[in-house]
């Protein structure tokens, strides 16, 4: 059995501002690079193998700051990126629903029917992410690794994990540097942690995108 640690990254300006980040390569704030170290200081785990991260760098420091902990480097993923969102990278909420008020409301409510104007489907990312896992897990066999990821990409995986369909993938909540873990073996997924951010103490969490 190997068990995977999933985190998001730490708090970045644009989360901040409800900007939808998507592969833009916005850095943490001072507030998010703290959060990282308050999960060092806590990680739920006392052992850990490796470290896989999505290549940006707010989820590629916030992974290395942890890895501090345990003499750890980690290893850039692309596959763990966050979901392409086109045009409308570093547009909020309202600024999409003012263009697009159509394509937003089935962001939320059906997901799996999105087709976001020159981005990414949530099908693509589940499917890269989710390959790139599995290839992950069974060089890493008996161990504990961690990914550090983004929101969205990482609801799909664990949307894989639970086995629900991706039209539901806005019923769990990542809030910056939240802790999920899976445990993965021949008979299928253990989900025993989901979201938790009880590393951060009275550290109020950010949860948009």
């Known amino acids: 059995m190997t ?4 985190v ?12 939808y980040q998507g592969q833009s390569d916005i850095e943490l ?4 690079r703290h959060q990282a170290e308050l999960l060092a200081k806590n990680f739920p785990s ?5 470290i896989y991260s999505s290549d940006l760098s707010r989820a590629m420091e916030t992974a290395n700051i942890v890895g501090k902990r345990f003499g750890l480097v980690a290893n850039p993923e692309p596959a763990f990126r966050e979901i392409h969102f086109g045009v409308w990278e570093g547009m909020t909420y309202e600024e999409i629903s003012r263009h697009w008020p159509d394509a937003i409301q089935l962001f ?3 997901p799996d029917e999105l087709d976001i104007p020159k981005g990414e489907s949530f099908q693509d990312v589940q499917a890269r992410a989710t390959h790139r896992l599995a290839e992950i897990v069974a060089n890493n066999p008996s161990s504990v690794i961690a990914v550090f990821a983004h929101g969205a990409v990482l609801r799909t995986i ?3 994990a639970l086995h629900i369909p991706i039209k539901y993938i806005w019923s769990m909540r990542q809030d910056n540097t939240a802790v999920s873990i899976v445990s993965y073996d021949d008979d299928g997924t253990i989900v025993s942690l989901l979201n938790s951010t009880a590393h951060l103490g009275n550290e109020r969490p950010i949860s948009k995108i």
């Open 3 to 6: 068990k995977v640690i999933f």
């Open 8 to 19: 998001r990254h730490g708090q970045t300006k644009w989360n901040l501002a409800g900007k």
């Open 29 to 32: 704030t001072d507030l998010g």
């Open 46 to 50: 006392e052992k850990l193998d490796a």
């Open 108 to 110: 939320f409510k059906h």
């Open 158 to 160: 664990l949307a894989a």
